[in-house]
């Protein structure tokens, strides 16, 4: 009855981590780019009260184990593709694919992102392609830096980043650096729409040719692929197996109290 009591505990702290995954995906619904997580479990050790052992047909077939309960093993992110939301702002990018965008800090550090909506950091008469947080976003050949007297920015489909200037001319700027990754589920999470590249992950692998690794939306956005109802119904079967646990506990505290009071 105490292998019970931690048994049924393990089961409760683990629903708590199941539902702390799937509140933090249903806060993050309407977040650009986000990917949904889902907890993983695995069984505890076993206790061998008896092997299964056969001998000249004599034996046991099946063997007695008990079970120690179950404990966490992996958050994993799903990186299917959210929907294509449109915002009419030119300086929203979405990828159609795999990829991801790379930005660079102000330390010279690399994070990698699926949210698009840049904004522009002025420099006396100097523009600057930026996240929210003043991360610069990376074209071919360094920071998307795009000069004065901007008219108008524009971006094709293959990255090719260009701006049109006051007296009609079209520069172009660079193709924005776009890369994936062999398991995107290793990236770490570092919060603010971005990612870090780990050993699990591997190393950033860049486009060969031209649409390899996604194609750029202009005037889009990449909505979270959260879907609400897919969570709740996740949320009713974490808390009716966090409320089963919780009777198991009460069950064995039952049962030891008789046993307790057993008298001769």
Known sequence: MMRALWTASSGMTSQQLNVDTIA????????????????????????????????????????????HGV???????????????????????????????????????????RDGSFKLSIDGEEATMVTSSGYVLQVEGGDAELGGEISEIT?????????????????EIGVVDLVRFVNPSGLESVGGNLFRMTTASGEPIEAEEPGMNGTIMQN?????????????????????????????????????????????
């Open 155 to 171: 971006i094709d489909e293959n990255g090719m980043l260009m701006v049109r200037r006051n007296d009609g001319t079209l520069d």
């Open 71 to 113: 404990r966490p093993s992996a958050i994993v992110k799903n990186f299917t593709q959210g929907s294509m939301q449109s915002t009419g702002n030119p300086l929203d990018f979405a990828i159609d694919g795999e990829g991801f965008f790379v930005v660079r800090d102000q330390n010279d550090n690399e994070y990698y992102t």
């Open 220 to 264: 889009f956005l990449e909505a979270s692929n959260v879907q609400v109802v897919e969570e709740m119904v996740k949320l009713i079967t974490a808390q009716r197996a966090y409320e089963i646990n919780s009777k198991s506990v009460q069950t064995a505290d039952e049962m030891l109290q008789i046993a307790n009071n057993l008298r001769r």
């Open 24 to 67: 933090n995906n249903l806060a993050n619904v309407n977040t650009t780019g986000y990917k949904k997580e889902r907890a993983e479990f695995k069984d505890l050790l076993y206790v061998s009260l008896s092997k299964a052992s056969v001998t000249d047909g004599q034996g046991r077939p099946v063997g007695l184990q008990v079970g």
